[in-house]
């Protein structure tokens, strides 16, 4: 589990290899699903699938026997080289897309996935016309309460 | 003869609850003290009868009279005494009446400890309490009653296996009382709205009950987390399951009051918004309770079928929050808005904690109500009467819940350092420099060291030590250790108010926790393996060996428990006993996992499958660091104690004028 990393503060030294990691990790992060680890893939598909007839439970999760043969059928379809796209659209077929534990964007979905969104820019909006409107004067001025508080430090200080 | 008490009782309560909505409301308007001190009387009353009937009803259930139809549906004679005690609650109707109750005695500690309130806020608050109070005693009466009979049948029909747990003995009352806490604060929010009078007081009557309810809340989420852990056999610590949304909900909204509510006391500002966040806390405390409470969520279908109490919640539902609401929308323009603030400030940080938490609220309650509400709309228009079903996740949930989290972790060690009224970022960055370094390093350490897992972890871990000690730093430059060497900064450590240690300390229990979350969800190691008697399997650095079957019944079930020996290097360090087991009452099986601590991980193992030959299907999972995701939680209620037991904040006591710190007048 350990690794020996003796060479780091050498090489992160230089800017060169931040821009690198950089990079790297950009390359990960837009990098097909596909480029996977098979193991990782079954993985990830397993925990994307609902077990059909449970409360709310992945197929990773579940020991009901549905949930062994959707394992079953997904393992089967990655072995036979098909895409996840594929292997879902096949399973949507047979069970709807009640099986999607992440729902597909689509139209009828939009409101869902564009929700945190369009709160968000919502409430910025109603932010940015508070502040330009108010702020233009900040009110640094002392109340009284302070000014007294003020004047007792003051004292105490001299 | 007892449970007629308790059914009379409860009646009489509901008499009562009529009277308090009514006649101290009807003083405050005609300024007739008289009136309005009948509010004190009756809400005392009522929490006492209240009280009987459920007391009543433990009877019942201690009793095991089956001649009660809710004892019968869910107990069993050879129930162990707890759980027959604590089935109390694990059914529709007593947990109903445990929630009312908890009402009342909210109500009633209203008028106990708030004799120094302005004796109109406390009278209208009282008549909004009546209000709730006579509503829910109304739905429990009509179409929830616990106390109904029937001709005794010889056995009961047990409790749900899954809920006869000590976990479930603690984890709806917790809830409940956080849930129904903040009908506290949404009285006073509207008895601040039928007065129109709205000032920093206001604030600081109010939040030491926020705070309470913020902290039954965080305690009763987290032990529901626990309970589903060790309990469902697969080691999830959170499903968004949408029972679990429902209580999440008003902690999100409840943790953005508690902060605007800061706000509102210190600097008179954001008052609309706290009140508004008030309103919309114990709103959604009160969706929660319709979700679960109609079966809604299960099907739409159950929903239909027997409409009559989940129409019922609708109907309350609908009343106080649009009733709510609209009184809102009449009175919102009157409020002044108070003082003013530059974006850059401990208001603006607090400002944009707001904005985080509440959109956080709405995305969860947009996906948790989505599938409902789409396959109502499609089975209302499609000629069949079949509604189309969707799914809505945990990968939706952890792909917009999650990048709302980021920005705020992320800022949160920054509000505590700004100052009010207009911040000065540049100088907290500098002094959180030391704080950055180690995240930095932390993140460089976790990639050197750690091999495996996704490549995003380190920097989750990152992000947790920028918390951990963030928190800190606030406690630390206000001690300030270099410039007035040991004795002094520890004097003056000392000094500083309950509220900066518990804020530090809140702060410091949502990093451990995200610590906890990043190491389990990245570096958990999961292995399936069908075992014969002295086979072994490998996980992580630990050798499981299985030593044969044993039995393990209970008074009410039967069960096979499979013997295992851990080992560490060939040395054995722990046994464990995971188990299956049979409920013959509901004919339920269930799995019994077992937990194995190592310093702060799990080694967690449920039984599969028992074949013929006497081998066991065993599932194990490796969860590093497990433990900080409750320890981290423990800390924050711990935390939230610590401030409520602030003198300054101790409902009631009139506001000492501020007085300059002697250590900070020493150390000038």
Redesign the interface.
């Known amino acids: 589990m350990l690794r020996k990393a003796s060479h780091h503060s050498r090489v992160w030294s230089q800017p060169a290899s931040w821009v690198g990691f950089a990079a790297f990790i950009l390359v990960l992060l837009v990098q097909p699903q596909t480029a996977l680890a098979d193991d990782d893939r079954t993985k990830a598909l397993f925990n994307e699938l609902r077990c059909v007839v449970c409360q709310n439970q992945s197929i990773a999760e579940s020991d009901a026997d549905v949930a062994k043969d959707l394992r079953e059928i997904v393992r089967e379809q990655i072995g036979a080289g098909k895409t996840d796209s594929q292997i879902k659209t096949f399973l949507v077929d047979r069970y709807g897309e009640f099986i999607l534990l992440k729902p597909v964007l689509s139209w009828h979905t939009a409101l869902l996935w564009l929700a945190p969104a369009l709160f968000l820019l919502f409430s910025v909006l109603l932010l940015i016309r508070r502040f330009s409107s108010r702020s233009v004067a900040i009110d640094d001025r002392l109340n009284a309460q302070e000014e007294q508080e003020l004047k007792s430090l003051l004292k105490e200080k001299t | 003869m007892t449970v007629e008490l308790g059914h009379m009782a409860l009646i009489l309560a509901f008499a009562l609850a009529i009277a308090q909505s009514i006649l101290p409301v009807l003083g405050a308007a005609r300024g007739d003290s008289r009136l309005m001190a009948t509010g004190d009387v009756s809400s005392v009353g009522i929490c006492l009868f209240i009280g009987i009937s459920f007391a009543a009803l433990v009877w019942a259930y201690a009793a095991s009279d089956f001649s009660v139809v809710n004892v019968w549906q869910n107990s069993h004679s050879l129930k162990p005494m707890l759980f027959k005690i604590t089935g109390t609650w694990g059914n529709h109707e007593g947990s109903m009446l445990l929630w009312v109750l908890i009402l009342a005695v909210f109500a009633a500690a209203v008028s106990v400890f708030g004799k120094s309130l302005p004796e109109k806020l406390r009278a209208n608050v009282q008549g909004v309490q009546g209000w709730m109070l006579a509503t829910f005693l109304l739905f429990i009466l009509l179409t929830s009653n616990p106390f109904l009979r029937q001709v005794a049948p010889m056995e009961g029909q047990d409790l749900n296996p899954i809920l006869q747990d000590i976990g479930l003995a603690i984890h709806p009352p917790m809830l409940y009382l956080g849930y129904v806490g903040f009908s506290i604060t949404f009285a006073f929010a509207i008895a601040a709205l039928m007065e129109g009078r709205l000032d920093a007081a206001w604030a600081r009557w109010v939040r030491p009950w926020a705070l309470a309810a913020w902290l039954f809340l965080t305690a009763g989420i987290s032990m529901g987390s626990y309970w589903a852990y060790y309990e469902l056999g697969?080691g999830?610590w959170w499903?968004w399951?949408?029972v679990e949304n429902a209580s999440l909900l008003p902690w999100l909204s409840g943790t953005a009051l508690l902060h605007s509510a800061l706000v509102m006391e210190k600097r008179d500002a954001l008052k609309i918004w706290t009140v508004l966040l008030a309103i919309l806390t114990f709103s959604l405390s009160l969706l929660g309770t319709f979700l679960v409470r109609s079966g809604v969520l299960?099907s739409v279908h159950t929903f239909a079928t027997d409409p009559s109490r989940g129409l019922f919640i609708l109907a309350i539902l609908a009343l106080f929050v649009g009733g709510a609401l609209f009184l809102f929308v009449l009175r919102a323009n009157s409020l002044q808005?108070g003082?003013?603030?530059?974006?850059v400030s401990r208001e603006g940080a607090l400002?944009l904690n707001n904005?985080l938490l509440?959109?956080a609220a709405?995305?969860v309650l947009?996906?948790t109500l989505?599938p409902v509400l789409?396959e109502a709309a499609t089975s209302a228009l499609s000629p069949t009467g079949e509604g189309?079903?969707?799914?809505?996740?945990?990968?939706?949930f952890n792909?917009?819940f999650g990048p709302?989290m980021i920005p705020l972790l992320m800022a949160m060690p920054l509000g505590p350092l700004l100052a009010w009224?207009?911040g000065d970022l540049l100088g907290v960055a500098q002094r959180l420099m030391f704080v950055l370094g180690a995240a930095i390093l932390a993140i460089?350490?976790a990639y050197?060291?750690?091999?495996g897992g996704p490549?995003?972890a380190p920097l989750g871990i990152g992000l947790a030590v920028w918390l951990i000690l963030g928190s800190l730093a606030e406690l630390w430059t206000r001690a300030n250790f270099a410039k007035t060497g040991l004795a002094v900064g520890l004097r003056r450590l000392a000094g500083l108010p309950k509220t900066a240690w518990s804020t530090a300390g809140a702060h410091l229990g949502v990093g451990v926790m995200l610590l906890g979350i990043v190491m389990v969800t990245a570096y958990e190691t999961e292995t399936v393996a069908t075992l014969k008697p002295g086979e072994s399997v490998q996980i992580n650095s630990y050798e499981v060996r299985f030593d044969g079957l044993v039995p393990a019944n209970g008074s009410n079930f039967t069960g096979q428990g499979a013997n295992l020996a851990i080992l560490r290097n060939g040395v054995e360090v722990d046994r464990a006993l995971p188990s299956k087991r049979f409920y013959p009452a509901r004919q339920m099986p269930t799995?019994e996992a077992a937990i194995n601590a190592f310093g702060p991980s799990h080694l967690y193992i449920s039984v599969?499958d028992v074949l013929q030959d006497g081998s066991v299907a065993l599932r194990i999972w490796w969860k590093p660091w497990v433990t900080l995701i409750w320890l981290g939680t423990i800390i924050m209620v711990l935390a939230g104690f610590y401030s409520l037991s602030d003198r300054r904040l101790r409902i009631g006591l009139p506001q000492q004028a501020?007085k300059?710190k002697k250590a900070d007048?020493h150390a000038?």
């Open positions: 697969w999830g499903f399951d949408p299960t808005a003082g003013l603030f530059a974006p400002v904005i509440s959109t709405a995305t947009v996906g989505y789409y189309a079903k969707i799914s809505v996740g945990p990968p939706f792909l917009t709302l009224k207009r460089i350490l050197g060291f750690i091999e490549i995003l799995t599969g501020r300059p007048a000038a």
